[in-house]
């Protein structure tokens, strides 16, 4: 009867690894499913501003901002450059035909038509008395002779030969002053294309739109491979090509990113393999590694996949790095088996799990404080990086116990004799040397945390090659056209307060604007002026020109017949309650203008008016004293919040290392507690004082890099507190554990974007010091002192 009760707990024992593995087999099978849904359509993404947080101020500067980036996203602009204004035409003409072919722009701009102008000329010409720019008004208010003889310079010169056509229409050119203030930067057209100059050559400009602001990866390479492309013939020709916009810089930086996956993923793989195949010596423990480390990515990537709906690019380069991480489950439940000499895998699990476990939560914990940072690319690197690791140690768990079964090392790899050695020596020699070693480390932390210092630019995610920025320089100084990335909201309860907020700013503005802090401003209320402003206008003309009949003998002066300035005289008098509306208004202005507007919702009114050329950014702020004007600098909105979650990350790190000081000493006791945490506050003591040593970015990145310091580090010192009389096979775990999340982490340091080289750089120190650490927990120096 006994018998039979222990044959069948032992049938039952057998089976459970059966039983594990087809739940996780169920379990991948599922996630493999729903990666089907998810994979099949656009989940990559690769635009830098995706990696920008959302907004902390009022939803409506959020508004402004997303359609101000909406404009820049998808804008390319190209410059043909040739020793003549013909040849620059003829590359630029040739470049469309291939830039239409491509099929990637929805628009493809080269001869600018005057269609548009005629169709904006024929709509406001109705409404002239009511539309004047405020150099015309400013002269009528003040001497309105001075305005009647300026038409005569005009008239006189060669431009007024020019406008002769439309002299009869608009005898005081009143109209053709204000038209001709829509566009204040005067452009070069030659064959209805824009040519620029410079000392050495002449440009011709082509401006173009992608089809979409998605910026998919595969269009983002046929961008690349285009302006390449261009470049190559252009310069064949005996020309130069000048090309800049968002989407280039995203491409550089999606390319850039391309390389570091392979540069991590291949790299770190290599590694492991090596690694495995050294100690191991058989190719069932690669292919387990890999059976782990492969679950894990794919599971992580399906999984941010359905819950982001997209990920960044910038995400899979930290996913990479992951490899390195996700191998440690595997490597310590194959290390183990040098051990003891009748291993047998449930057996080892029996023993390993509680480090597997208590390592798997301290690392999930170091990722979920990611998970409370602000930026969605930090957001995604937390999820990607938790289910990784959580599918890759149930793959351990569950799947090991089964492929093991009846498999046994038959050899003592050599690098085991070298971590035994090493753990039984170095702690040693550390015990020796304490005195002098406690000195030179306090010295070297506190000279290295002297000289750090934080840096939160948020220009430091992108890394740009210096000669996109070179080139992007060169066009804005050729085409003084395109908008700062600052601007100004200003906002009313109605259209009229938010004209009258609007006119006050551009009045300060345009001071500034005399001292050089601004090349130039743009506003919509600079070109439309609202319902009473026109009344005003008409009222001006009516005083100033009409009822004191300046008009009438300007026009007879000119030898206008009479009939014409009754004409005229009559158009001006029933015209006096025309008022043309801003939808009106907006209908034929051009993109940049339109792009202003904002709309009226929830009782606001709102518009944007943007800046050129700012050369004293301190100066502009200030204005912000204006009734109803927000400033807007997305670049130092964002840098300021990278500094205010630096200093809560800073606070969430101390709370994370309490937090595990704390379970740690309800688990082992307080003395132990200690024991084990002095391993990652070490490692974290050092990483810092490598940031300021080296000279090396510190921001909030580092410390949520510390915050992983902190898992690993708490992974290795419990582990080596756990061995008892398995510290050999432990140190052989814990070293391949180091060195492939070293190959993987590492490789982050030779990044080309600043932050992620520092994420590696500091992950890199923090991880050799918790290697070093590590030995000295649980280490009974008598005990070895006598062997």
Not at 200 to 226: G, I
Not at 384 to 393: D, E, K, R, Y
Not at 481 to 486: A, E
Not at 675 to 694: N, Q, R
Request: hydrophobic share 50%.
């Amino acid at each position: 009867m006994g018998l039979g009760k222990a044959h069948n707990r032992n049938q039952l024992t057998e089976g459970i690894p059966k039983l594990t593995a087809g739940l996780w087999l169920l379990g991948i099978i599922f996630i493999a499913f729903l990666g089907l849904q998810a994979l099949t359509k656009d989940w990559l993404e690769t635009s830098f501003l995706a990696l920008l947080p959302a907004n902390e101020q009022q939803p409506e500067v959020a508004k402004a901002i997303q359609q101000h980036n909406a404009l820049i996203n998808k804008k390319v602009i190209w410059l043909a450059g040739a020793a003549t204004s013909q040849e620059a035409i003829g590359h630029a003409q040739n470049l469309k035909q291939q830039l239409e072919q491509s099929l990637l722009f929805n628009k493809v701009v080269l001869e600018f038509s005057q269609q548009q102008y005629i169709k904006q000329y024929q709509q406001l010409f109705p409404y002239r008395y009511q539309l004047l720019d405020a150099q015309s008004r400013d002269i009528l208010a003040k001497n309105p002779d001075a305005l009647i003889k300026q038409n005569l310079e005009i008239l006189n010169s060669p431009i007024g030969q020019m406008q002769s056509a439309d002299f009869e229409r608009d005898p005081l050119l009143l109209f053709s002053r204000y038209f001709s203030a829509q566009n204040p930067i005067k452009l070069n057209l030659e064959q209805g294309i824009v040519v620029l100059s410079d000392q050495h050559q002449y440009w011709a400009l082509l401006l173009t739109n992608l089809q979409d602001d998605r910026l998919q990866l595969d269009k983002l390479e046929t961008l690349l491979s285009l302006v390449n492309s261009a470049e190559s013939q252009i310069k064949t020709a005996g020309g130069e090509l000048l090309v800049s916009g968002m989407p280039l810089f995203t491409a550089h930086g999606a390319e850039s990113a391309k390389q570091e996956i392979s540069t991590v993923g291949v790299g770190s793989s290599i590694g492991i393999i090596v690694l495995l195949w050294l100690t191991f010596r058989s190719i069932r423990p690669l292919l387990l590694s890999a059976l782990a480390i492969g679950s894990g990515l794919f599971a992580a990537l399906v999984i941010c996949v359905l819950f982001f709906g997209k990920i960044h690019i910038l995400t899979l380069v930290f996913g990479a790095s992951l490899i390195g991480v996700a191998d440690d489950y595997a490597q310590h439940f194959l290390c183990d088996s040098f051990g003891e000499k009748d291993w047998n895998p449930r057996k080892s699990l029996k023993f390993i799990l509680p480090g597997l476990s208590l390592g798997l939560v301290s690392n999930l914990l170091s990722y979920a404080g990611l998970g409370f940072s602000p930026f969605p690319g930090l957001q995604e690197v937390a999820l990607f990086s938790a289910m990784g690791l959580l599918v890759a140690w149930l793959t351990v768990v569950l799947l090991f116990p089964l492929l093991l079964t009846g498999f046994k090392f038959d050899h003592q790899p050599g690098i085991l004799k070298l971590t035994t050695y090493w753990e039984q020596h170095w702690p040693l020699w550390i015990a020796k040397h304490r005195c002098w070693l406690s000195v030179l480390m306090l010295v070297f932390t506190a000279g290295g945390l002297w000289r750090l210092s934080p840096q939160d630019d948020v220009r430091l995610l992108q890394s740009a090659p210096a000669e996109l920025l070179q080139t992007a320089d060169k066009i804005r100084s050729l085409l003084p056209i395109t908008h700062d990335s600052q601007f100004f909201l200003v906002s009313g309860k109605d259209q009229a307060e938010w004209y009258q907020h609007e006119q006050q700013l551009l009045e300060r503005l345009q001071a500034l604007k005399q001292q050089k802090v601004l090349t130039s401003v743009e506003g919509l209320s600079q070109y439309w002026p609202d319902e009473n402003q026109q009344q005003q206008n008409y009222q001006l003309l009516k005083l100033k020109l009409f009822d004191s009949g300046l008009v009438e003998r300007y026009m007879t002066e000119l030898g206008f017949e009479k009939k014409a300035v009754l004409t005229e005289l009559e158009q001006f008098k029933t015209t006096e309650t025309n008022a043309i509306t801003l939808a009106d208004w907006l209908t034929n202005a051009d993109e940049s203008k339109q792009s202003l507007w904002l709309g009226c919702n929830a009782g606001r009114c709102q518009s944007m008016v943007a800046l050129t050329g700012i050369t004293d950014l301190a100066a502009l702020p200030a204005l912000q004293d204006l009734p109803g004007v927000v400033w807007v600098d997305q670049v130092e909105s964002v840098s300021s919040l990278f500094a205010r979650y630096r200093i809560r990350a800073s606070g969430l790190l101390a709370a994370a290392f309490s937090l595990a000081l704390v379970g740690l000493g309800f688990k082992f006791g307080w003395r132990n507690a200690i024991t084990i945490m002095a391993v990652p506050v070490l490692s974290l003591a050092v990483s810092l004082a490598m940031l300021g040593w080296f000279n090396q970015l510190f921001s909030l990145f580092n410390l949520f890099a510390l915050l992983l310091v902190l898992g690993i580090g708490v992974d290795y010192g419990l582990f080596f507190f756990m061995a008892g009389d398995r510290r050999a096979s432990t140190s052989l775990g814990v070293t391949l554990s180091a060195l492939t999340t070293l190959l993987a982490f590492g490789l982050l340091a030779t990044s080309s974007t600043e932050i992620v080289h520092a994420f590696g750089f500091t992950l890199t120190a923090g991880i050799v010091t918790a290697l070093l650490c590590a030995p000295l927990v649980g280490f009974k120096v008598s005990a070895q002192t006598k062997n």
